[in-house]
């Protein structure tokens, strides 16, 4: 059973950083191409960072040059660094598996980690 364990969201002033971090089980975590998404209120879910299993990254351009993803295929984790954090990244973040072009790859999400972005 696919299970995506999200931690590390939390309330931050704008020009902040958090780290999060995605801990995966129930798949081979290591043929994967993993990726952060986040979703707003009223808003649809996008991606914000990929990695393929080779470590080719993957930003859109909200976030290129703030946000960097890395991944441990030893300890089956995908973390997810936010430096400069403005009120538009304000989400829930989820973590998945991803298949081309960077579409969510399994569809029991995470419970996700709510990250809230204000003075």
């Known amino acids: 059973q696919v299970q995506l364990v999200e931690s590390g969201g939390g309330l931050v002033q704008p020009g902040g950083s958090l780290r999060l971090s995605c801990v995966a089980s129930?798949?081979?975590?290591?043929?994967?191409?993993m990726a952060w998404y986040r979703q707003a209120p009223g808003k649809e879910r996008e991606l914000v960072a990929g990695?393929?299993?080779?470590?080719?990254?993957k930003y859109p351009d909200p976030v290129k040059g703030r946000f960097t993803i890395s991944r441990d295929n030893a300890k089956k984790t995908v973390d997810l660094q936010m430096n400069s954090l403005k009120a538009e990244d304000a989400a829930v973040y989820y973590c998945?598996?991803?298949?081309?072009?960077?579409?969510?790859?399994?569809?029991?999400w995470g419970q996700g980690t709510q990250v809230t972005v204000s003075s």
């Open positions: 990695i393929t299993s080779g470590g080719r990254t």
């Open positions: 129930g798949f081979t975590f290591s043929d994967n191409a």
């Open positions: 998945n598996a991803a298949t081309g072009p960077w579409r969510p790859y399994f569809t029991n």
